[in-house]
C-alpha cells in the first residue's frame, strides 16, 4: 500500500515531506522503504498526490547544490554491465551537465561509447566485472549515492541525470541493407543465456529468448501485418568479432524450476535453430531481415567500436521487441515502443520494483510493455507495436 515517508516515518494524512535528493512526487511502497525513503523522497498518498506550493523546489539549485567544489577524476564501475549504464553513468553525466566537475571517468572494457561526453575516457581491459552486491562497501549498495532499488523504481535521485543518448547519436551514419525503402523497422534484441533442460514432457527451451519457433512466428507476424517494414536483429556477437567480454561469469547451473533445470550453455556461439544453425544463419531465408553482425563487418568496424555501433542503431529506431536483461534496459535508453519478454519462472527485480511502469520511463521516455508469457507475445506485439501498419516504427 502507498503511503507517507520520511526516513522511514509515517506521519499524518496530508502532510508532506521534502527529502534532499529526490526530484519529483513518488509513492513509497513499503518493500522498499528503506531503500527509496533512506536516499531522500518526497512521498505523498495514493490520494494526495500534488504537494502544496509552499514546498515547490528549484529542481536544478536541489540538483547544483550536491556538486562537488573540485573536479572529480571518477572511479571504475565494476559490476555488471547494464548497471553500470543505469546508474555510474548518468551520476557522469550530471558530473558533467549539472556540476561542470567531470575530469575524467574509467570503465571495465570498452565502454567509452556510454561516456561520449566525458572529456578523458579511460578504457580498463584486465579487469572482470563482479555481481553488484558482492563489491566492497560502500559500494555494493550504491554508486555515489545512486542505488540499484532507487533506478529501478523510479525514484532516482538528484545526482542521477539521463545524458540525451538517442539525441547523440542519431547523427551517426549506420549502413544496413533494407528491403522496403518505406523508412519502418523495427529492432530485435535477443538473448541466448539460459537453457531450460525440459523434464516430465516439457520440451528443452531457451529461456527469455526468441529461439525457434517463437523468432519465426514474431516474424511472420511482422511480414502479415506490416509488409512495409524491415527487421533490423540484434544478439551479442562478442565471439564472431573476438571481442573481449568483460562481463560476470554466471556458473553452470543456475537453478531449478518445476520446468526443468536452468543451465548456462556452454557454447560461445548458440546453434539453437533447426538444422544446428545459428541464429545469423536461420535468418537469411527472410529477406527483410538484416542481422547486426552482417551490418558491423559491412561498415567494417574494428571490435572496439561495438557499443558505439549498436547504440547508433538504437538511435534510430522507435520499436524494439527484446527480452529481459541488460540489453533490454539499453534499448531504454532510446525512447520508443518497447514489448519485452520477461517469462523467467517467479519473479524479477524488473517485476519486483515496476521498473518498465516506473524505472524505464526516466531514461528517455518511452512506451514499455512487459510479456510475461510467451503463449501472450503474439498478440501484445499485434496491439503494442504492430498496429496500423506499423506506422509508430518509422526510423529517425
Given at each position: 500500500?502507498?503511503?507517507?515517508?520520511?526516513?522511514?516515518?509515517?506521519?499524518?494524512?496530508?502532510?508532506?515531506?521534502?527529502?534532499?535528493?529526490?526530484?519529483?512526487?513518488?509513492?513509497?511502497?513499503?518493500?522498499?522503504?528503506?531503500?527509496?525513503?533512506?536516499?531522500?523522497?518526497?512521498?505523498?498518498?495514493?490520494?494526495?498526490?500534488?504537494?502544496?506550493?509552499?514546498?515547490?523546489?528549484?529542481?536544478?539549485?536541489?540538483?547544483?547544490?550536491?556538486?562537488?567544489?573540485?573536479?572529480?577524476?571518477?572511479?571504475?564501475?565494476?559490476?555488471?554491465?547494464?548497471?553500470?549504464?543505469?546508474?555510474?553513468?548518468?551520476?557522469?553525466?550530471?558530473?558533467?551537465?549539472?556540476?561542470?566537475?567531470?575530469?575524467?571517468?574509467?570503465?571495465?572494457?570498452?565502454?567509452?561509447?556510454?561516456?561520449?561526453?566525458?572529456p578523458r575516457h579511460t578504457n580498463n581491459i584486465g579487469c572482470h566485472r563482479e555481481v553488484w552486491l558482492k563489491l566492497e562497501p560502500p559500494n555494493n549498495n550504491s554508486f555515489h549515492g545512486v542505488g540499484k532499488l532507487a533506478v529501478l523504481s523510479g525514484a532516482t535521485p538528484a545526482n542521477w541525470e539521463p545524458p540525451p543518448h538517442k539525441e547523440h547519436y542519431r547523427l551517426s551514419t549506420i549502413n544496413w541493407p533494407r528491403l522496403h525503402p518505406k523508412g519502418l523497422s523495427i529492432m530485435i534484441l535477443n538473448n541466448f543465456r539460459y537453457m531450460v533442460r525440459g523434464r516430465d514432457g516439457f520440451p528443452d527451451f531457451w529461456l527469455d529468448a526468441y529461439d525457434f519457433p517463437l523468432l519465426g512466428q514474431v516474424l511472420s507476424a511482422v511480414q502479415e501485418t506490416c509488409p512495409d517494414s524491415n527487421v533490423l536483429y540484434h544478439r551479442d556477437f562478442f565471439d564472431e568479432i573476438n571481442m573481449e567480454e568483460h562481463d560476470i561469469d554466471d556458473g553452470n547451473v543456475v537453478k531449478q524450476t518445476p520446468l526443468g533445470e536452468i543451465v548456462l550453455e556452454l557454447p560461445a556461439i548458440p546453434t539453437p535453430f533447426p538444422g544446428n544453425l545459428t541464429d545469423w544463419q536461420w535468418l537469411q531465408k527472410y529477406p527483410f531481415v538484416s542481422g547486426t553482425l552482417g551490418a558491423f563487418k559491412q561498415n567494417k568496424f574494428p571490435s572496439n567500436q561495438y557499443n558505439a555501433f549498436l547504440m547508433s542503431a538504437m538511435s534510430h529506431h522507435n520499436c524494439f521487441i527484446s527480452v529481459q536483461g541488460g540489453l533490454q534496459a539499453s534499448s531504454a535508453w532510446f525512447g520508443g515502443k518497447h514489448v519485452i519478454l520477461n517469462s523467467e519462472p517467479g519473479s524479477t527485480l524488473e517485476l519486483d520494483y515496476n521498473f518498465y511502469e516506473r524505472g524505464e520511463p526516466k531514461f528517455a521516455g518511452g512506451e514499455f510493455t512487459k510479456v510475461l508469457q510467451r503463449s501472450e507475445l503474439l498478440q501484445t506485439l499485434k496491439e503494442k507495436l504492430l498496429a496500423n501498419a506499423c506506422q509508430a516504427c518509422t526510423l529517425s
Open positions: 500500500m502507498s503511503m507517507y515517508c520520511f526516513l522511514g516515518v509515517r506521519p499524518a494524512a496530508r502532510r508532506h515531506y521534502l527529502c534532499p535528493l529526490l526530484l519529483a512526487v513518488v509513492a513509497c511502497q513499503t518493500d522498499f522503504l528503506d531503500d527509496g525513503c533512506m536516499q531522500g523522497a518526497l512521498c505523498t498518498t495514493a490520494t494526495d498526490q500534488a504537494a502544496p506550493s509552499f514546498l515547490q523546489v528549484d529542481v536544478d539549485l536541489v540538483k547544483s547544490s550536491l556538486c562537488p567544489e573540485s573536479p572529480v577524476d571518477l572511479d571504475m564501475f565494476g559490476a555488471e554491465f547494464g548497471w553500470e549504464t543505469m546508474a555510474a553513468v548518468p551520476y557522469a553525466y550530471w558530473l558533467h551537465h549539472t556540476c561542470g566537475k567531470l575530469a575524467s571517468t574509467q570503465s571495465c572494457g570498452h565502454m567509452s561509447a556510454w561516456y561520449w561526453f566525458s
